[in-house]
T-cell receptor, first 113, second 110 residues
């Protein structure tokens, strides 16, 4: 397996634009996590899914953020409208439900100017 | 979820053994202890997991005392490539809301 695949690797966008980050989890994994990492706030859990269902989205900062998992092999994190303070590295991770050994993607570095 | 406390940073030299201790006073009966490693510009990587006593793999050892209120990650004979941030996580095996704290920034010097 190629591991968790995220796209794009880098994204630069202007304030106010919509941004969509994509994640393909490892085949067979049924838990998926979205994290945001900044120097100031560290690695924050935004939302996680079990069997394509959002279980806990308490980490989603604002209504501007939304995440979906239409099927077991694909998830998106959308920011609309984007703001400069959303600039961060966004990681997606997957694992088997109940397993604490999660596998992370390479991340998407988002810059909002 | 049990809160964890780790040193913010540590320094070591090549060839030394490094021990990073994590405090988790409120650990629950069903909680496992998991450690991750993160290199710059990469996502965290699972290192080791344990419930009690000692666990060892090809990368590290994890020591957990009987009261389980703390754990120690031991890295034998570190090299420059072990410079990274190390995270301790505590959570129930069936409840995988993986929360990362601030971690310990380990710097290995020549």
């Amino acid at each position: 397996d190629a591991g968790v695949i995220q796209s794009p690797r880098h994204e630069v966008t202007e304030m106010g634009q919509e941004v969509t980050l994509r994640c393909k989890p490892i085949s067979g994994h049924n838990s998926l996590f979205w994290y945001r990492q900044t120097m100031m706030r560290g690695l924050e859990l935004l939302i996680y899914f079990n069997n394509n269902v959002p279980i806990d989205d308490s980490g989603m900062p604002e209504d501007r953020f939304s995440a979906k998992m239409p099927n077991a092999s694909f998830s998106t994190l959308k920011i609309q409208p984007s703001e400069p303070r959303d600039s961060a590295v966004y990681f997606c991770a997957s694992t088997q439900q109940g397993n604490t050994e999660a596998f992370f993607g390479q991340g998407t570095r988002l810059t909002v100017v | 979820l049990a809160k964890t406390t780790q040193p913010i940073s540590m320094d070591s030299y090549e060839g030394q053994e490094v021990n990073i201790t994590c405090s988790h006073n409120n650990i629950a009966t069903n909680d496992y202890i998991t450690w991750y490693q993160q290199f710059p510009s990469q996502g965290p990587r699972f290192i080791i997991q344990g419930y009690k006593t000692k666990v060892t793999n090809e990368v590290a050892s994890l020591f957990i005392p009987a009261d389980r209120k703390s754990s120690t990650l031991s890295l034998p004979r570190v090299s420059l490539s072990d410079t990274a941030v190390y995270y301790c996580l505590v959570g129930e095996g069936g409840y995988n809301k993986l929360i990362f704290g601030a971690g310990t920034r380990l710097a290995v010097h020549p």
